[in-house]
């Protein structure tokens, strides 16, 4: 079974703290993913990476940065927490190859205070 | 860009009964996926069924069923025989066809329906 972790289910930290969200995957897929989910707007991309070392911007990178040195390591940094950033992270990866589905970790509900 | 909307925020059924979840989406690509995700209580993500733009046959797995209207941009999730197990939200999602080895996944998501299965 593919399993997707994330290094913690609830995180509360304060504003203005450096925030680092791990996601290990065991798979060995390419692609990894970091979502937002808020209520009633969905998931949204934060940032996706395709390679080690390689990333894309999602549709909010704002406020956020990532890291992939290894494969199977995709890690979403907040630089500066803020209160606007409390929400529930979730980490995805899937194949490089069909049928595209994504594998999801258990997410990480991120209180900013 | 494309858009996926999920019009129904909430949704409730009988257990036993079969209820339809709507979604439609907006794109100008000809060749594409389409999915259906489960997210049970404080439980992790699932794929529920795939569709791929390409194929003229609706999608099934199981209890599960799809009602594919590609000139209507419309992808409805049908649950037969609903179960308690069943109650969770549900994500309509977008991923247009990726050409070659490495190209880009970006899947689009709609803003889900919480269903719920009464006993």
């Known amino acids: 079974d593919v399993k997707v972790t994330q290094s913690s289910r609830y995180l509360v930290k304060r504003t203005g703290e450096k925030v680092f969200l791990e996601c290990v995957q065991d798979?060995?897929?390419?692609?990894m993913f970091w979502y937002r989910q808020d209520p009633g707007l969905g998931l949204r991309l934060i940032y996706f990476?395709?390679?080690?070392?390689?990333?894309e911007k999602g549709d909010i990178p704002e406020g956020y940065s990532v890291s992939r040195e290894k494969k199977e390591r995709f890690s979403l940094i907040l630089e500066s927490a803020s209160t606007n950033q409390t929400s529930m992270y979730l980490c995805?990866?899937?194949?490089?190859?069909?049928?595209?589905?994504?594998?999801f970790g258990p997410g990480t509900r991120l209180t900013v205070t | 860009a494309q858009t996926v909307t999920q019009s129904q925020p909430e949704m409730s059924v009988q257990e036993a009964e079969t209820v339809t979840l709507s979604c439609t989406y907006d794109t100008s690509e000809n060749n594409y996926y389409l999915f259906w995700y489960k997210q049970p209580p404080s439980r992790q993500m699932i794929l529920v069924i795939r569709?791929?733009?390409?194929?003229?046959q609706n999608a099934t797995e199981n209890r599960f069923s799809v009602n594919f209207q590609k000139a209507a941009k419309s992808f409805s999730l049908k649950i037969s025989d609903s179960q308690l197990g069943d109650t969770a939200m549900y994500f309509c999602?977008?991923?247009?066809?990726?050409?070659?080895?490495?190209?880009?996944?970006?899947?689009?998501f709609g803003t889900g329906t919480k269903l719920q299965v009464i006993p």
């Open positions: 569709q791929e733009a390409y194929k003229q």
């Open positions: 995805a990866s899937s194949p490089d190859r069909g049928p595209y589905e994504q594998y």
């Open positions: 999602a977008f991923m247009k066809h990726v050409l070659n080895s490495g190209g880009y996944q970006k899947v689009t």
């Open positions: 990476s395709y390679d080690v070392k390689m990333k």
């Open positions: 798979m060995d897929h390419e692609n």
